[in-house]
């Protein structure tokens, strides 16, 4: 959960000065690529657009120019790459990339949101977002590639067909240079599989980010696009319009980072895998798809076991993941040899794979893990697809090796593969099974509703289906602001961090560093930055406004695309089956999660 | 009285002798509440240490009960 300082909430409605930033952002290029024709056009930013950034853009582009109620993988969908507003400055942990279009699993808006490198590449570029329209021939495939002078063009790409994301950054790194970023797809991509991801390229070049959720590889797929490729030399980053302000803003703020007990301290050491203590602790940790709160042995997957075999074997934690990262909350997984097995192996996924299907092994989780960003998954999505398969007979808990099948049979693309691979509610229907822990089609995280009733809201009424990152609010339970297991409270805690977690997406700051933001002076600092880089003098509730403006863009898209309240609903078995140990239903009512979004 | 308590993520580096498996046994007076567990170990309330017994985030000013197994935390914003 995002804390803002209080002072960030203040009422008032002073908005960004849209006068001087349409100066400044005019300069931006604005990309956009029609796969029908393999045309690139570039263009001056259009005026609905001007200062907007990541999420904020991508959700703005798609409720402007997506019909709703397209088909998302027919030709009238667009996908869209965004960095961050602060992605390619050199404010700490902004280098992060929204990609947006139509969601195939969900059906409604959807942005997914990755670390990595290239959205640091993309800014150094000067680039606002790059729009990928219409598709390309059945059967064609293309490279999209951005030079070091942000020159776009189009390479016809069959050689590449059917490879698996690790190979193909090896080859287009030797192909366009070692200082390259990519984002790619797989074969779950290639295959349309509504558990696609978008892998990311990490600073060693290993494609372990992920944009991971709501089957955007599979629209990526559909318009015949393997691959982004952005040089990381370019130098013509939009410029700032209080250089020195902004360096000594920027500067307070990473100090600020690095203060934060959890940013600061937990993160470099345990990763995001440190949860896995707490959230059993707490009795909230989806085991045996969801019958579980608790997973008996859940030590063996803790994050302290994970650095402790970590450090044994060389690789280890404190690992940096992203450009202008200063939180190192990434690893890397070797086997017993000493052999990589897997970058960025983090919490939600230990979850998926171990909580979820009882399977408590990391270096099978390890390896479930690499699996997936080889083929491009999802990992919760597809961990989850699994647990539903075991639940419902398929397969047998805690069979590691079976699940390690499961996954190849996703990657050779066989009958079944494609059921797995398009998530839980495919493998629920498949097997006429109910317990489907997923909302709009879309997996939850690694937080049971039940025990944890505000992460139930916002897996519920987020526009982007069920997803912690839209608002988690562990937080306020560990700072004991919060009661988990009561209703009281908890749509006002999902609202306030659905929309904290908007503005951070739309500004590109990694959301583990956001944490920072509890500190006041932290706080101001980076209101002074935004402020500094915009050229305007922000007030206090610019932000959140920003997050509010996002969230009403989403919701005005899902409606238009047939969704109501009646769809920000829980899967019925959160109301009927009590988890243990707490043994609490879901229990705050329609009618309160209906004012969610009542700004 | 004797309370059980198990130290995560980085909390255990304050103690050299702490053993995971067998936790930190700590004798503290009959009625003390969370609060005072938590400035005998020397560790802030503010920005914040996590006291959870079985399942439940323990409020500062709960009394502690003799032969307790508490898990102590940082406080955690999400993965």
Redesign the interface.
């Known amino acids: 959960m995002l804390r803002f300082p209080a002072v960030l909430y203040i009422a008032g409605s002073q908005d960004l000065n849209k006068k001087q930033s349409q100066e400044k952002e005019k300069k931006m290029k604005f990309i956009r690529v029609d796969m029908s024709r393999q045309s690139i056009r570039f263009e001056d930013v259009p005026n609905p657009y001007l200062g907007l950034g990541g999420r904020g853009l991508t959700s703005t582009i798609i409720n402007t120019e997506v019909p709703p109620k397209c088909d998302p993988l027919g030709p009238e969908n667009k996908l869209i790459f965004a960095p961050g507003l602060l992605s390619g400055t050199n404010l700490v942990n902004t280098s992060r990339i929204s990609v947006g279009a139509k969601s195939p699993l969900t059906g409604t808006i959807k942005e997914s949101n990755a670390g990595g490198t290239i959205a640091a590449a993309l800014g150094h570029l000067g680039i606002t977002a790059i729009v990928i329209e219409g598709q390309a021939a059945k059967g064609e495939m293309f490279i999209l590639r951005i030079d070091e002078k942000g020159e776009a063009s189009l390479i016809p790409a069959k050689e590449f067909k059917g490879m698996r994301t690790y190979s193909l950054v090896d080859k287009l790194l030797k192909a366009y240079g070692e200082k390259t970023s990519v984002m790619c797809i797989g074969p779950a991509g290639e295959y349309l599989m509504k558990s696609a991801s978008i892998q990311s390229s990490d600073v060693d070049d290993h494609p372990c980010r992920a944009a991971a959720r709501g089957g955007l590889g599979a629209v990526m797929g559909v318009k015949g696009l393997k691959a982004l490729v952005v040089d990381r030399r370019g130098k013509s980053p939009d410029a700032i319009a209080d250089p020195e302000a902004f360096k000594e803003a920027a500067k307070i703020f990473a100090q600020k980072v690095k203060e934060n007990p959890f940013s600061g301290q937990f993160l470099p050491n345990l990763g995001t895998a440190g949860l896995v203590a707490a959230v059993n602790s707490m009795g909230a940790f989806p085991s045996y798809n969801a019958t579980k709160g608790v997973l008996p042995g859940w030590e063996n997957i803790s994050g302290e076991n994970l650095t402790k075999i970590m450090k044994e074997r060389g690789g280890g934690p404190g690992h940096m993941g992203c450009s202008q990262c200063i939180i190192h909350c990434s690893n890397v997984f070797m086997d017993k040899q000493g052999k990589y097995v897997t970058s960025s192996l983090e919490y939600e996924t230990i979850w998926a794979f171990g909580g979820m299907t009882g399977i408590k092994d990391l270096d099978t989780i390890a390896r479930l893990d690499f699996l997936c960003d080889d083929i491009g998954l999802d990992t919760m999505n597809t961990g989850v697809a699994l647990a539903v398969a075991m639940d419902a007979g398929y397969k047998k808990f805690e069979d590691g090796q079976a699940a390690i099948e499961m996954l190849e049979e996703i990657g050779r693309g066989t009958e079944m593969g494609k059921v797995l691979g398009d998530g839980p509610a495919a493998v629920g229907s498949r097997f006429n099974h109910l317990r489907i822990p997923a909302v709009k089609n879309q997996s939850i995280a690694a937080y049971d509703p039940r025990a944890m009733q505000g992460n139930g809201v916002t897996y519920a009424t987020s526009p982007m289906g069920a997803d912690h990152t839209a608002g988690n609010v562990i937080g306020q339970y560990m700072a004991r602001k919060l009661d988990p297991l009561k209703p009281e409270g908890q749509v006002k805690a999902s609202r306030n961090s659905q929309i904290a977690m908007a503005a951070m997406d739309s500004i590109g700051l990694c959301i583990l560093a956001a944490v920072a933001l509890e500190a006041p002076e932290a706080g101001a600092a980076f209101l002074k930055a935004l402020s500094a880089k915009l050229g305007t003098p922000l007030g206090p509730d610019a932000i959140p406004q920003l997050g509010i403006r996002t969230l009403q863009a989403e919701r005005e898209f899902n409606r238009k695309a047939g969704f109501t309240n009646k769809d920000d609903r829980l899967p019925e078995f959160f109301y009927k089956e009590a988890l243990p140990p707490h043994n609490t239903v879901f229990t705050v009512t329609d009618a309160e999660m209906d004012t969610t979004f009542s700004f | 009285m004797k309370i059980t308590v198990k130290l995560?993520?980085?909390l255990k580096r304050r103690f050299p002798e702490y053993h995971?498996d067998q936790g930190l046994d700590v004798e503290i007076p009959e009625g003390s509440k969370v609060a005072d567990l938590l400035a005998l170990l020397g560790i802030p309330t503010s920005?914040?240490a996590?006291v959870?017994m079985?399942?439940r985030?323990l409020?500062?000013e709960e009394k502690l009960i003799n032969g307790s197994l508490i898990?102590l935390?940082?406080?955690?914003?999400?993965?």
Not at chain 2, 73 to 79: A, E, I, L, N, T
């Open positions: 995560f993520g980085e995971p920005p914040g996590t959870i079985e399942g985030v409020p500062l898990n935390f940082h406080v955690m914003y999400g993965g």
